[in-house]
């Protein structure tokens, strides 16, 4: 909102090319009406029935096409995911390296090359661990399992003590541990710690389990 009290609209870099095309499909649509009339032989019967079948063909055979196309326009306009973010849909986790007209393609951590439809995306749920994680950072989480017999602050503090030893890993806001669960025979403390950016999640559970192992290992 300007100092003047009018609202100033900003066109979003992913939309750009987004828009492009869609402005190019209604100009050559309505540069196609206005031309029909003046092809020879429009008012024929012939012509009239070659464009009821071939409207037929295409409609019966790019259903799935279209869906695919509309999802794409839905994903890319309501800003879901953009191209860098790691996202997770379905089974399938990665990195998105390319968003298409048709279908987006995910680098997953073995460097496989995953194509997955648009229509896909509206059909499952889409986990974005990129788009907060820029402004709020991401949340890890991990659990562990001590007796009863162990202090609860005690365990706290070796938890904390192995965030603290873990690179990667942010100080604001601060680490918490909440006891998750009074068990039969211990207590489950879940640990939460705030990641600046979504990449290299694998390593970094890994890097902060290897600290908790050896605190643990150390008391």
């Known amino acids: 909102i300007s100092s003047c009290g009018t609202y100033r609209w900003r066109l979003e870099r992913e939309w750009s090319i987004a828009t492009y095309k869609i402005a190019r499909v209604c100009a050559i649509g309505i540069a196609m009406v206005m031309a029909y009339p003046y092809l020879p032989g429009a008012g024929s019967e012939a012509l009239q029935g070659l464009s009821v079948f071939a409207g037929l063909v295409l409609s019966l055979g790019a259903s799935s096409s279209v869906s695919n196309v509309i999802s794409g326009y839905?994903?890319?306009?309501?800003?879901?995911?953009?191209?860098?973010?790691?996202?997770?849909?379905?089974e399938v986790t990665g990195t998105v390296s390319q968003i298409r007209l048709l279908t987006i393609r995910l680098r997953t951590i073995r460097n496989e090359e995953v194509t997955i439809p648009n229509g896909t995306l509206l059909n499952s749920n889409v986990i974005n661990y990129s788009a907060l994680s820029r402004e709020h950072g991401l949340v890890l989480q991990t659990e562990v399992g001590i007796g009863y017999e162990v202090p609860w602050r005690q365990v706290h503090a070796m938890?904390?003590?192995?965030?603290?030893?873990?690179?990667?890993?942010?100080?604001?806001?601060?680490?918490?541990?909440?006891q998750r669960q009074l068990g039969d025979f211990s207590v489950v403390y879940q640990l939460n710690v705030y990641k600046a950016e979504a990449k290299?999640?694998?390593?970094?559970?890994?890097?902060?389990?290897?600290?908790?192992?050896?605190?643990f290992n150390e008391y």
Do not use: C, W
């Open 74 to 90: 839905i994903t890319t306009f309501g800003k879901v995911l953009r191209v860098g973010d790691m996202i997770k849909v379905g």
């Open 159 to 178: 938890l904390l003590e192995a965030t603290a030893r873990t690179p990667g890993l942010m100080t604001e806001p601060a680490p918490f541990v909440l």
């Open 200 to 215: 290299a999640l694998v390593r970094a559970y890994s890097d902060l389990h290897q600290n908790i192992l050896d605190v």
